[in-house]
């Protein structure tokens, strides 16, 4: 039998890091907290301090009938320290939660130094291996910019399909917003049975879709973002290359048939199931730089997509993340190593928020395993999948390996089990199995933490 592990070490202070740092050290458990900052920096980090937001200061919708909003609502309903701190330092966004980055950040970070619980070391790790030899239980939660000797070390026990450096994602649309009535189920050649959704366009309507393409508007390139899988151009290069580029690459419309017409489409995009439940669909072949407000504009010019509904935009970007069906097994653990977690982008979710909720899993996980709880109460503190933070949870073990990509709260994770539920009615159908679901999770907690001791969560 494995030693009861005293100690959690935390790798990385961001927003999942140190998150998981104040989770655990909120039932007592003694915490490192080993960051590189202010010593060294990735290319995004610019400030000495924990939970730096890179980029926005806005933690997206607060409103609980939207995705994100059901998400934070779960998180301060256990107990979320960053999302208190969040709450404290917000600044006016309308029906968004937004903050001073300056205020939160140091709020953070003076609350991980205050505690006396969590001992913050400086030092950049590059060695998994040493870690996990010399440490009882460790969270690795460096994001989306780890390098160097961690990157290679993590690669190295994962294999080389277990953590990616790039990440090129197409968008995703919601299954219920797409005009069925000009899309038809087929694959090429009728191989494959009916597996692809396409949308077919006329010459007008596919030269209309390139110009608005090379035409349109891209999201700013980090220096360290100049870097593209030679296989995988965005779908507006293609479109720049040559009028009939696309036609002969991703929406090439051979072996298909339109039952419309009768023939074959000019050019024809294909949807792919994203998920098994059938609830998401990816524009094939579509992986693009374009700004979100783009990508609406520009793939709403096909005929199938005007009234689309986008639950994840296609991305570009640098981004360390793990395979996380390959890797990781509930709560974020590694299924190789039992001492091991990840928490944050690495897992493979994507947002600020999303890395919070999966520090806060982690370090739950972690702390229980250290008060010596068995693995059915450690399971049973994983929010369970109705619930946004355990569809998350869910997404990063139970996804298709093969075509595994980041993902962020949204919607289409959190299927309406079969039911016809009227529009008006499904926030407030979600928002019930939420809180059924956080509210077993509480209950959990508070066993944990022992009879008459209630300080977790509201
Ligand atoms: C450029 C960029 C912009 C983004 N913009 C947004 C946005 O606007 N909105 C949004 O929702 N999401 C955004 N994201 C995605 C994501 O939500 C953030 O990256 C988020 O910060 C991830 O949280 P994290 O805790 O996993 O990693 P991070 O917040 O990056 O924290 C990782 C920490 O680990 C430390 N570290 C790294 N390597 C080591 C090491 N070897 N040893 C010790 N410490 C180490 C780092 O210094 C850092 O403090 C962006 C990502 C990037 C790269």
Same mark, same amino acid.
């Given at each position: 039998?494995?030693?009861?592990?005293?100690?959690?070490?935390?790798?990385?202070?961001?927003?999942?890091?140190?998150?998981?740092?104040?989770?655990?050290?909120?039932?007592?458990?003694?915490?490192?907290?080993?960051?590189?900052?202010?010593?060294?920096?990735?290319?995004?980090?610019?400030?000495?301090?924990?939970?730096?937001?890179?980029?926005?200061?806005?933690?997206?919708?607060?409103?609980?009938?939207?995705?994100?909003?059901?998400?934070?609502?779960?998180?301060?309903?256990?107990?979320?320290?960053?999302?208190?701190?969040?709450?404290?330092?917000?600044?006016?966004?309308?029906?968004?939660?937004?903050?001073?980055?300056?205020?939160?950040?140091?709020?953070?970070?003076?609350?991980?130094?205050?505690?006396?619980?969590?001992?913050?070391?400086?030092?950049?790790?590059?060695?998994? %291996?040493?870690?996990?030899?010399?440490?009882?239980?460790?969270?690795?939660? +460096?994001? #989306?910019? *780890? =390098? !160097?000797?961690? &990157?290679?070390?993590?690669?190295?026990?994962?294999?080389?399909?277990?953590?990616?450096?790039?990440?090129?994602?197409?968008?995703?649309?919601?299954?219920?917003?797409?005009?069925?009535?000009?899309?038809?189920?087929?694959?090429?050649?009728?191989?494959?049975?009916?597996?692809?959704?396409?949308?077919?366009?006329?010459?007008?309507?596919?030269?209309?879709?390139?110009?608005?393409?090379?035409?349109?508007?891209?999201?700013?390139?980090?220096?360290?973002?100049?870097?593209?899988?030679?296989?995988?151009?965005?779908?507006?290069?293609?479109?720049?290359?040559?009028? %009939?580029?696309?036609?002969?690459?991703?929406?090439?419309?051979?072996?298909? +048939?339109? #039952?419309? *017409? =009768? !023939?074959?489409? &000019?050019?024809?995009?294909?949807?792919?199931?994203?998920?098994?439940?059938?609830?998401?669909?990816?524009?094939?072949?579509?992986?693009?730089?374009?700004?979100?407000?783009?990508?609406?504009?520009?793939?709403?010019?096909?005929?199938?997509?005007?009234?689309?509904?986008?639950?994840?935009?296609?991305?570009?970007?640098?981004?360390?993340?793990?395979?996380?069906?390959?890797?990781?097994?509930?709560?974020?653990?590694?299924?190789?190593?039992?001492?091991?977690?990840?928490?944050?982008?690495?897992?493979?979710?994507?947002?600020?928020?999303?890395?919070?909720?999966?520090?806060?899993?982690?370090?739950?996980?972690?702390?229980?395993?250290?008060?010596?709880?068995?693995?059915?109460?450690?399971?049973?503190?994983?929010?369970?999948?109705?619930?946004?933070?355990?569809?998350?949870?869910?997404?990063?073990?139970?996804?298709?390996?093969?075509?595994?990509?980041?993902?962020?709260?949204?919607?289409?994770?959190?299927?309406?089990?079969?039911?016809?539920?009227?529009?008006?009615?499904?926030?407030?159908?979600?928002?019930?199995?939420?809180?059924?679901?956080?509210?077993?999770?509480?209950?959990?907690?508070?066993?944990?933490?022992?009879?008459?001791?209630?300080?977790?969560?509201?």
């Amino acid at each position: 039998m494995n030693p009861v592990p005293k100690c959690v070490t935390i790798v990385g202070a961001g927003l999942a890091g140190s998150e998981a740092a104040l989770t655990a050290a909120r039932f007592g458990v003694a915490v490192k907290l080993v960051e590189m900052k202010p010593g060294e920096q990735t290319p995004a980090h610019s400030s000495p301090l924990f939970a730096e937001l890179v980029c926005s200061n806005s933690l997206k919708s607060d409103r609980p009938e939207t995705a994100q909003g059901l998400l934070k609502r779960e998180l301060r309903a256990l107990g979320s320290s960053l999302i208190r701190i969040a709450d404290e330092t917000s600044v006016p966004a309308g029906g968004s939660l937004a903050v001073d980055r300056g205020r939160f950040a140091l709020a953070v970070t003076e609350e991980i130094e205050g505690h006396p619980f969590i001992t913050v070391i400086e030092e950049r790790v590059d060695s998994l %291996d040493l870690l996990l030899e010399k440490e009882d239980l460790v969270i690795v939660s +460096t994001g #989306p910019l *780890t =390098g !160097g000797g961690l &990157y290679e070390s993590i690669q190295q026990f994962t294999g080389s399909d277990g953590l990616h450096f790039f990440d090129a994602v197409a968008p995703i649309v919601d299954a219920q917003s797409i005009d069925h009535s000009r899309a038809f189920f087929a694959s090429r050649y009728g191989k494959g049975g009916s597996d692809y959704l396409n949308c077919p366009l006329s010459r007008e309507e596919y030269k209309g879709f390139r110009e608005a393409l090379t035409g349109a508007e891209k999201a700013v390139l980090h220096d360290f973002d100049k870097v593209y899988f030679k296989d995988c151009l965005p779908i507006e290069t293609l479109a720049e290359r040559g009028e %009939d580029t696309m036609r002969y690459g991703p929406l090439r419309p051979v072996g298909l +048939t339109d #039952p419309v *017409t =009768g !023939g074959r489409p &000019y050019a024809c995009l294909q949807l792919r199931k994203e998920a098994r439940s059938g609830t998401m669909w990816s524009l094939v072949g579509c992986q693009t730089r374009l700004t979100f407000a783009e990508q609406r504009r520009v793939f709403g010019l096909i005929p199938a997509l005007r009234q689309a509904e986008f639950l994840r935009y296609g991305v570009m970007h640098r981004n360390s993340f793990l395979n996380g069906p390959r890797v990781l097994g509930k709560g974020f653990q590694s299924r190789a190593v039992e001492k091991l977690f990840f928490a944050g982008q690495l897992t493979g979710l994507e947002g600020y928020v999303e890395a919070i909720a999966s520090g806060l899993v982690a370090g739950l996980q972690a702390a229980a395993m250290i008060m010596g709880a068995g693995i059915r109460e450690r399971t049973a503190l994983i929010p369970p999948k109705n619930t946004m933070m355990g569809a998350l949870a869910s997404w990063v073990t139970e996804a298709d390996p093969a075509s595994f990509q980041p993902m962020n709260a949204n919607f289409g994770l959190l299927p309406l089990a079969g039911r016809r539920i009227r529009r008006k009615d499904r926030a407030k159908v979600r928002m019930d199995a939420s809180d059924a679901g956080i509210a077993q999770v509480l209950k959990e907690m508070k066993k944990l933490l022992g009879e008459g001791q209630d300080s977790y969560g509201s």
